[in-house]
T-cell receptor, first 114, second 113 residues
Framework: DAGVIQSPRHEVTEMGQEVTLRCKPI?????LFWYRQTMMRGLELLIY????????DSGMPEDRFSAKMPNASFSTLKIQPSEPRDSAVYFC????????????FGEGSRLTVL | KNQVEQSPQSLIILEGKNCTLQ??????????LRWYKQDTGRGPVSLTI?????NTKSNGRYTATLDADTKQSSLHITASQLSDSASYIC????????????FGTGTRLLVSP
């Protein structure tokens, strides 16, 4: 298996622009997580899907952030409009059994908002 | 408040030496504790997952310990190699219907030749 696949790996955009990050989880995994990592705060959970349904989005910073999982093999995290403080590395991760087992991370999408 | 604290923040050791990283947590209800290795520019990779009843777990040169009474864990790296240079993140799982993970901020390890 290719693992969790994220795109783009790097994104540089200007404040106010829309950003869309994409994730393909490991085939067969029923749980998908979006995390944000910064030097100051480490890894923070943004949203968790189970069987394509959002279960916990309490970590989503504000209305500018939205996430979708239209099917079991694809998810997006959208930021509109983007702000400089959104600059971070965004990770997607997937697992079996609602995350009770091992969590597999993608390589991350590094976002820079100028 | 659920928290995971790691020490030291950073560490430099010579290749071939051993080192121990510490993790203290205040998490309830506890489900399991995980150690992840994160190379620069990469995603975290799981090293070990330990449940309440496990005191020690090894993965090659990595040995994790867990003391559920004192809520402490350690990760011991034996005979360090240059490839061990990475951040090591302690993660505690909270059992809340689904497993919510509480992340430490990591220990950055540099193994010097």
């Amino acid at each position: 298996d290719a693992g969790v696949i994220q795109s783009p790996r790097h994104e540089v955009t200007e404040m106010g622009q829309e950003v869309t990050l994409r994730c393909k989880p490991i085939s067969g995994h029923n749980s998908l997580f979006w995390y944000r990592q910064t030097m100051m705060r480490g890894l923070e959970l943004l949203i968790y899907f189970n069987n394509n349904v959002p279960i916990d989005d309490s970590g989503m910073p504000e209305d500018r952030f939205s996430a979708k999982m239209p099917n079991a093999s694809f998810s997006t995290l959208k930021i509109q409009p983007s702000e400089p403080r959104d600059s971070a590395v965004y990770f997607c991760a997937s697992s079996l059994n609602q995350g009770t087992g091992e969590l597999f991370f993608g390589e991350g999408s590094r976002l820079t908002v100028l | 408040k659920n928290q995971v604290e790691q020490s030291p923040q950073s560490l430099i050791i010579l290749e071939g030496k051993n080192c121990t990283l510490q993790c203290n947590y205040t998490v309830s209800p506890f489900s399991n504790l995980r150690w992840y290795k994160q190379d620069t520019g990469r995603g975290p990779v799981s090293l070990t997952i330990m449940t309440f009843s496990e005191n020690t777990k090894s993965n090659g040169r990595y040995t994790a310990t867990l003391d559920a009474d004192t809520k402490q864990s350690s990760l011991h790296i034996t005979a360090s190699q240059l490839s061990d240079s990475a951040s090591y993140i302690c993660v505690v799982s909270v059992s809340t219907g689904f497993q919510k993970l509480v992340f430490g901020t990591g220990t950055r390890l540099l193994v010097s030749p």
